[in-house]
């Protein structure tokens, strides 16, 4: 099944990131992964280059328009990316965890309703990889914050 094998490259992805959220992306048109890429936020200084993103800069730049490409995404995308998604007229959306926090598409503000244009969308693929991947990464990062305060708070 494709939506597995694309997914797991997304994962990939999102393995890649350095002190970034886990999130990876993967553009396919006719069963070939045309552009892949995850989260560099923090590495490019640019609020704007979630994995959503410059997966499809990368695939547009490539291959043009992308109305015949399926995008996988290993978190439900925001919705500065959902609407991306829908201008860029990605043809299925396939994502893994659900993000009821910065959700744009079946949490948060569901950008999709507001849409001229809506791709099929499939949610929750290998989502519980994706929401371990996301998990670990937030425990690591609260580990982080609390070992800078016991070793670096000004003693009284």
Do not use: W
Not at 139 to 156: A, H, N, T, V
Request: with cysteine; hydrophobic share 40%.
């Amino acid at each position: 099944m494709f939506d597995y094998y694309y997914m797991k490259m997304a994962l990939k992805q999102a393995k890649k990131t350095k002190d970034e959220v886990p999130v990876g992306a993967v553009i396919v048109k006719n069963e070939k992964a045309v552009s892949s890429a995850h989260n560099k936020t923090i590495a490019l200084s640019n609020p704007i280059a979630h994995a959503e993103i410059l997966s499809i800069n990368e695939a547009t730049s490539s291959i043009g328009k992308l109305f015949d490409c399926d995008m996988y995404v290993t978190l439900e995308p925001c919705p500065m990316c959902a609407q991306a998604i829908s201008f860029s007229r990605i043809r299925r959306l396939y994502f893994g965890a659900y993000n009821k926090k910065g959700g744009g598409i079946e949490n948060g503000a569901r950008i999709f309703k507001f849409c001229n244009y809506v791709p099929e969308i499939y949610g929750g693929i290998l989502e519980s990889k994706s929401s371990l991947l996301l998990k670990h990464f937030f425990i690591r990062l609260r580990k982080k914050d609390l070992l800078y305060e016991r070793c670096c708070e000004p003693k009284s």
